[in-house]
Structure formats: structure tokens, C-alpha cells
């Protein structure tokens, strides 16, 4: 069985060099010039891109027991969002998803909707009574849905430690991605600047989080939300609860998990809307037809199936999560070559939603290609913005309802524009897809 192609790149750090500048335009290439399977040297090891829809199916869902998170991006992840959801393996991450799955049912999350409509007109109200031309749409929308997640999960408005929290994560985001860039990271005892940043971000997040679960701890009346169900649950052998720390854990995968990727899709989603009028002028007309001067509610969801539309092409543009790493545990054959136990696979949304074979003209933004009538001609994972397979985000609906109500509650009183100038913004590809710089757009009322 062949190895894959290998991109071709001197020196000692081989493609290493040329992923830290350029990575998305680095994988496209790459899939363009050698094939839906690459092997990238970095230094002493090595990276496999795997960008077939078919492939990618392979390695998340029908073969996923052979691959494993032991990579050096959730190592990274792990030093913060230690055993969590989204880090965590084995029997302890089945035990904790069968815990935490319910919380995430419809029904259950469809209680939350008029959080999300509620803390989404707060914002609107701010933005017209200050009367404020131009806004940070980056930081608002990561002010926005940190407190939709802290309300709805945590019922624990933390929109006053917003600013705080949202700095201790931004400075934990950083040093992680920092981390994962560097061919040698120091280990994190090593008293580096970004060691002790990182060190300081999570005492403020943990303080935070513990002093919600100990001032839940004391309170009499219990609360609906999933900080209760987790405290609620019991291991089935042992009929212990979970301890603090484990709290702590699960609690800041849901902060980081829900609010960042939420606000990334949000922030690029005003953008593509104000770039492509047309599409925004069939936005405001649904909107107005489904819902006038009402509050949008989740029974509108339905009806709202043209900004689901926009929203599900602009994550396919810009896909939150643009790199799924994994670790193969055993050798694998994956389309026709031979994949060495111990190789890291890294799988590209970003890269797959642009696949010449699935995409046509694919930078083009056009949310019609979700049209029921076209979308079931497309393969499973040739769209996959929330993973797939048993570690598929468990927040995919919770998420797509506050895309939904969120764009269409602006919409309803709003407009949001680009200053002259403004129509270029560059990706800046970290643990998520952030703009490169901030996006200011111009408010006015509708
Ligand atoms: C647009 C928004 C979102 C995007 C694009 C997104 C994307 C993803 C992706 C791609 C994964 C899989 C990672 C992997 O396979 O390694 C994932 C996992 C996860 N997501 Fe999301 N997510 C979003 C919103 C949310 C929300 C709102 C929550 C919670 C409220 C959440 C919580 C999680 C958790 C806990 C996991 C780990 C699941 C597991 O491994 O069992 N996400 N997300």
C-alpha cells in the first residue's frame, strides 16, 4: 500500500514554515495539487490532511474507535479545558456525554429561545438609545452569546464578569494557539510570559466558575439548568456525584465550546450579509413576512428557513471550527494509502466545504445551494460544520437556534452595514476561524 503524496518542502522544518504562514491556502493547495490525501512533514512529525467527504466519514464515523484526540492541539486544549466534554476520552467521556446528551434535546433546549431573543433586543436597545454609528461587531457578538450560554446553561448572568471572562478566555485562546504553532513549546511549569498569562486567565475562569457551583451548592431551591442536572447526576456504580473539579471542567467546555464558535459564525455572517444585499434584502422580506413587529419564537424556527440557509453557507465559508485533529490509534488504509498508527489526521471543514467535486464555485457565497431540493444530492460531510460521529458537538441544535433567532432579531429592527472600505476582512486561523481584525459595522434602525 503506497504512502500518501508528500507535500514538497526543504529544510529541516519542512512544510512547517509554510503551514504558520498560510495554513488555509497551504491545505487548499495542497488538496488541488497532490489529491484528497496529503502528508505534510513538520519538523520531527508529521500531519495527514484528509479532505474526501467519503474520507473524512471514514476517519469521524464509521472507523472512528481507531482515531483518538491524543493530538497536540487538544493537549493544548487540554492544559485549560483539562477533562471536559471536548477533551476528555474513554469511559469517563461516555459517562459524562450520557450525562450531559439530555440537556441538549430539543425539547429541552427549546426553553432557551427566549433567552436568546431576550439578551439579543437588550443588545439592539444599547446600540439604537446610544445612538452610536459604528460598533465592534467581533466583540459584541462574544459579549452576546457568552451571556446566552451563561444564562441558559449556568443561569448566571455574566454579562457584568463578561468583559473579564471574556479576556481570560481570550488570553487562554492565545496562549494555547501560540502552543500549538511552536515546534517546541515549553512545558507549562516553565515561568514564560505566555505560561504565566495563561496561569492567571485560568484563575480568574476558574474563580469564576466555582464561585457559581459553590453559591449553587448553597442555594435551597434547586435550578432548571444543566449546572443542576450535572450536579444532580450520580456515577451508576459508585452513586457518587461529580466533584468540583469536574464541574469546573465540564462548565468551562460549555463556556468556551458555546460562546466562541457562536460569535465567529455571528461576526462573519453580518458580514457576508452586508457584503450581498440581495441575499440581506430576502432576509429582511422572510423576516418581515414570518414575523412583522413580533418577537421571534422558537415555533418560528420553521418558518425562517432561508436564514438557516444563510447560515449554514456562511459556515460552510467560514466554518468556526476549521481543523479536526485526530490520532490514528492503528494502521489504516484511507482512500488507497496506508495511514501508520501514530499518525495525526487533521481534518479540514474549511478545506472539504470547498472540494472542487461537491462545491462549485465555492468562494461564492450563495445560501440557495441549502435548498432542501439541492442540499440531498450533497454526500454526508461534504457539509459538516459541527463534526460528525459519536464526538459530534453536542451544541449543534442549541447553536443553530441561536444563529437563527439571534440573525433574525436584529434583522427585525436593525440594519448593519460595512464602512467604505470595510468589504475586505481576512480569516485568521487559530483554535477557530476569527476575522484577522475586528469588524466595526455602521447600525441603523429599520
Ligand atoms: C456555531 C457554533 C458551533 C460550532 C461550529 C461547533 C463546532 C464543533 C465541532 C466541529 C465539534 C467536534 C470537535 C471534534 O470532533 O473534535 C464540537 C464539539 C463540541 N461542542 Fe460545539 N460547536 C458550536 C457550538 C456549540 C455550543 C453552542 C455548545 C454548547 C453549548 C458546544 C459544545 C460542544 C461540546 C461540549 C463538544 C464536545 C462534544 C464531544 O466530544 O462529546 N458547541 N463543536
Given at each position: 500500500?503506497?504512502?500518501?503524496?508528500?507535500?514538497?518542502?526543504?529544510?529541516?522544518?519542512?512544510s512547517?514554515?509554510?503551514?504558520?504562514?498560510?495554513?488555509?491556502?497551504?491545505?487548499?493547495?495542497?488538496?488541488?495539487?497532490y489529491?484528497d490525501?496529503?502528508?505534510?512533514?513538520?519538523?520531527?512529525?508529521?500531519?495527514?490532511?484528509?479532505?474526501?467527504?467519503q474520507?473524512?466519514?471514514?476517519?469521524?464515523?464509521?472507523?472512528?474507535?481507531?482515531?483518538?484526540?491524543?493530538?497536540?492541539?487538544?493537549?493544548?486544549?487540554?492544559?485549560?479545558?483539562?477533562?471536559?466534554?471536548?477533551?476528555?476520552?474513554?469511559?469517563?467521556?461516555?459517562?459524562?456525554?450520557?450525562?450531559?446528551?439530555?440537556?441538549?434535546?430539543?425539547d429541552?433546549?427549546?426553553?432557551?429561545?427566549?433567552?436568546?431573543?431576550?439578551?439579543?433586543?437588550?443588545l439592539v436597545?444599547?446600540?439604537?438609545?446610544?445612538?452610536?454609528?459604528t460598533?465592534?461587531?467581533?466583540?459584541?457578538m462574544?459579549?452576546?452569546?457568552?451571556?446566552?450560554?451563561?444564562?441558559?446553561?449556568?443561569?448566571?448572568?455574566?454579562?457584568?464578569?463578561?468583559?473579564?471572562?471574556?479576556?481570560?478566555?481570550?488570553?487562554?485562546?492565545?496562549?494555547?494557539n501560540?502552543?500549538?504553532?511552536?515546534?517546541?513549546?515549553?512545558?507549562?511549569?516553565?515561568?514564560?510570559?505566555?505560561?504565566?498569562?495563561?496561569?492567571?486567565?485560568?484563575?480568574?475562569?476558574?474563580?469564576?466558575?466555582?464561585?457559581?457551583?459553590?453559591a449553587?451548592?448553597?442555594?435551597?431551591?434547586?435550578?432548571?439548568?444543566l449546572l443542576s442536572?450535572?450536579?444532580?447526576a450520580?456515577?451508576e456504580?459508585?452513586?457518587?456525584?461529580?466533584?468540583?473539579?469536574?464541574?469546573?471542567?465540564?462548565?468551562?467546555?460549555?463556556f468556551?465550546?458555546?460562546?466562541e464558535?457562536?460569535?465567529?459564525?455571528?461576526?462573519?455572517?453580518?458580514?457576508?450579509?452586508?457584503?450581498?444585499?440581495?441575499?440581506?434584502?430576502?432576509?429582511e422580506?422572510?423576516?418581515?413576512?414570518?414575523?412583522?413587529?413580533r418577537?421571534?419564537?422558537?415555533?418560528?424556527?420553521?418558518?425562517?428557513?432561508?436564514?438557516?440557509?444563510?447560515?449554514k453557507?456562511?459556515?460552510?465559508?467560514?466554518?468556526?471550527?476549521?481543523?479536526i485533529?485526530?490520532?490514528?490509534?492503528?494502521?489504516?488504509?484511507?482512500?488507497?494509502?496506508?495511514?501508520?498508527?501514530?499518525?495525526?489526521?487533521?481534518?479540514?471543514?474549511?478545506v472539504?466545504?470547498?472540494?472542487?467535486?461537491?462545491w462549485?464555485?465555492?468562494e461564492?457565497?450563495?445560501?440557495?445551494?441549502?435548498?432542501?431540493?439541492?442540499?440531498?444530492?450533497?454526500p454526508?460531510?461534504?457539509?459538516?460544520?459541527?463534526?460528525?460521529?459519536?464526538?459530534?458537538?453536542?451544541?449543534?441544535?442549541?447553536?443553530m437556534?441561536?444563529?437563527?433567532?439571534?440573525?433574525a432579531t436584529?434583522?427585525?429592527?436593525?440594519?448593519?452595514?460595512?464602512p467604505p472600505?470595510?468589504?475586505?476582512?481576512?480569516?485568521?486561523?487559530?483554535i477557530?476561524?476569527?476575522?484577522?481584525?475586528s469588524?466595526r459595522?455602521?447600525?441603523?434602525?429599520r
Amino acid at each position: 500500500m503506497p504512502a500518501p503524496p508528500t507535500h514538497l518542502a526543504r529544510g529541516l522544518l519542512g512544510s512547517l514554515p509554510h503551514f504558520r504562514r498560510d495554513p488555509l491556502g497551504l491545505l487548499l493547495r495542497s488538496l488541488r495539487d497532490y489529491g484528497d490525501v496529503v502528508r505534510f512533514r513538520m519538523f520531527t512529525w508529521s500531519l495527514i490532511l484528509v479532505a474526501h467527504p467519503q474520507h473524512v466519514r471514514r476517519v469521524l464515523q464509521e472507523h472512528a474507535a481507531n482515531y483518538n484526540k491524543q493530538t497536540r492541539g487538544f493537549q493544548v486544549l487540554r492544559t485549560f479545558l483539562r477533562e471536559g466534554l471536548l477533551t476528555s476520552e474513554g469511559e469517563h467521556w461516555l459517562r459524562q456525554r450520557r450525562i450531559l446528551q439530555p440537556g441538549f434535546h430539543h425539547d429541552r433546549i427549546a426553553g432557551f429561545g427566549t433567552t436568546m431573543t431576550r439578551a439579543t433586543e437588550d443588545l439592539v436597545n444599547r446600540w439604537l438609545r446610544a445612538g452610536t454609528d459604528t460598533v465592534d461587531i467581533t466583540a459584541d457578538m462574544m459579549r452576546l452569546t457568552l451571556r446566552i450560554v451563561g444564562e441558559t446553561l449556568l443561569s448566571a448572568d455574566v454579562s457584568q464578569e463578561s468583559d473579564r471572562v471574556g479576556r481570560a478566555l481570550h488570553v487562554a485562546v492565545h496562549a494555547a494557539n501560540d502552543a500549538i504553532g511552536q515546534v517546541i513549546a515549553p512545558p507549562a511549569w516553565w515561568p514564560s510570559q505566555r505560561n504565566r498569562a495563561l496561569r492567571d486567565a485560568l484563575q480568574t475562569l476558574d474563580a469564576v466558575i466555582l464561585d457559581i457551583i459553590s453559591a449553587r451548592r448553597r442555594a435551597d431551591e434547586p435550578t432548571d439548568d444543566l449546572l443542576s442536572m450535572l450536579m444532580q447526576a450520580r456515577d451508576e456504580n459508585t452513586g457518587l456525584g461529580m466533584s468540583d473539579a469536574q464541574l469546573r471542567d465540564e462548565a468551562m467546555t460549555i463556556f468556551l465550546a458555546g460562546h466562541e464558535t457562536t460569535a465567529i459564525a455571528l461576526g462573519w455572517t453580518w458580514h457576508l450579509l452586508a457584503t450581498h444585499p440581495d441575499v440581506r434584502r430576502r432576509v429582511e422580506e422572510e423576516v418581515d413576512a414570518v414575523l412583522g413587529q413580533r418577537q421571534p419564537m422558537v415555533t418560528d424556527l420553521q418558518q425562517l428557513s432561508y436564514i438557516e440557509q444563510v447560515v449554514k453557507e456562511s459556515m460552510r465559508i467560514y466554518p468556526p471550527a476549521w481543523a479536526i485533529s485526530r490520532c490514528a490509534i492503528k494502521d489504516d488504509v484511507i482512500g488507497g494509502f496506508r495511514v501508520p498508527a501514530g499518525s495525526t489526521i487533521l481534518i479540514s471543514p474549511y478545506v472539504t466545504h470547498r472540494h472542487p467535486e461537491f462545491w462549485s464555485d465555492p468562494e461564492r457565497f450563495d445560501p440557495d445551494r441549502f435548498d432542501p431540493t439541492r442540499s440531498v444530492e450533497r454526500p454526508p460531510f461534504a457539509h459538516f460544520p459541527f463534526g460528525g460521529g459519536p464526538r459530534q458537538c453536542i451544541g449543534n441544535s442549541f447553536a443553530m437556534m441561536e444563529l437563527v433567532l439571534v440573525v433574525a432579531t436584529i434583522t427585525q429592527r436593525c440594519r448593519l452595514d460595512l464602512p467604505p472600505g470595510g468589504n475586505v476582512v481576512g480569516t485568521q486561523p487559530s483554535i477557530t476561524l476569527r476575522p484577522a481584525e475586528s469588524i466595526r459595522m455602521h447600525v441603523s434602525a429599520r
